[in-house]
Each structure stands twice: as C-alpha cells, then as structure tokens.
C-alpha cells in the first residue's frame, strides 16, 4: 500500500514539474541563451588542398580538396615558426552521405 502510494506520488510529480522544462511547456528559450562556440569558422579553399590524415607533411593524404570547397575549422596546429596546420571538418549532409565518406582532417595553411 505504501509502495504504490510512493510510486503514485513521484508520477504525479513528475508529471507536474517536468513539462516546464519542455520546449511546449512554460519556458521557452531564446537564442541569446545558446552557447556558440567562438572559434566556429568557415573557410572556402582557393585552390586544389590535400587533406590529411595528421599534421605532418608525409602523413597518409586522404583526399585532394577542389578549389571552392567549404571546411568547418575545428582547431589550429602550430608546428615550428612557419608551418601551421588546421583540422577541418568537411561540409556534408548527415542524411544523405555515405557514412564511411572523409569528413575529417588536416590541411597545411
């Protein structure tokens, strides 16, 4: 009798308080409130770049990007005084694309 008095007890509550959290209950949040990261950048290759595998220059290439491709920037590599690398993120569509498909590397800048 106790248990399913507990049992009722905690639905009830939770059926009270749970939807003021939900996007269709009471509060809404606004975009402001959103965390962006503020490193988020995009570039578009000028000319033809090989992607690869880490930043070193004899690495496995795993592709050669065309020029005016979009690349998400995920981080930046500095190795040495004069050569920086940047690990990229290729523009893709999560639905349609082959999962196995490259959609991760290096490019040397």
């Not at 749970?18 to 402001?32: S, V, Y």
């Not at 490193?39 to 020029?67: C, G, H, M, Q």
């Amino acid at each position: 009798m106790i248990n399913n008095l507990l049992k009722n007890f905690c639905l009830i509550t939770f059926a009270l308080i749970a939807p003021i959290t939900l996007p269709a209950g009471g509060i809404q949040k606004g975009l402001n409130q959103n965390k962006f990261p503020d490193n988020a950048r995009e570039i578009i290759l000028s000319s033809d770049t090989s992607l690869y595998s880490f930043p070193e220059i004899n690495a496995n290439e795993l592709l050669v990007l065309d020029k005016g491709t979009t690349l998400s920037v995920l981080r930046s590599w500095k190795v040495g005084e004069s050569e920086m690398w940047v690990r990229v993120e290729l523009a893709s569509n999560k639905l349609l694309d082959d999962p196995n498909k490259i959609k991760k590397g290096w490019i040397k800048m």
